[in-house]
């Protein structure tokens, strides 16, 4: 029995390793961010380490309320891609 459900976990490990579905320029450590509001959208890819920034929290909890948590792909954030630029410019010292 334990065997089977090893031999299941492994199973599923080695089908996640080869699938493609991270795009190429999304390196180890981060993800991609879509930032969207009033028809204007833009693609960002984002460091682990923003994770712990309150004003990026902040658009995650807004991403949270509005879209939930079962977004696909690049992770959808209410707000212009403005101000999510400024949030990334401001984290860099």
Known sequence: MLRSFVGKIEKGVSLLAHRSEVPDDVREGYFAVLATKG?????????????????FLGLLDQAQEE??????GAL???????ELQKILDGHRV
């Open 39 to 55: 028809g204007e959208s833009k693609r960002f890819i984002v460091g682990l380490h923003y994770l712990t920034d309150p004003a």
């Open 67 to 72: 879209y939930g948590f079962r977004q696909k």
């Open 76 to 82: 959808a954030i209410p707000c212009q891609p403005q």
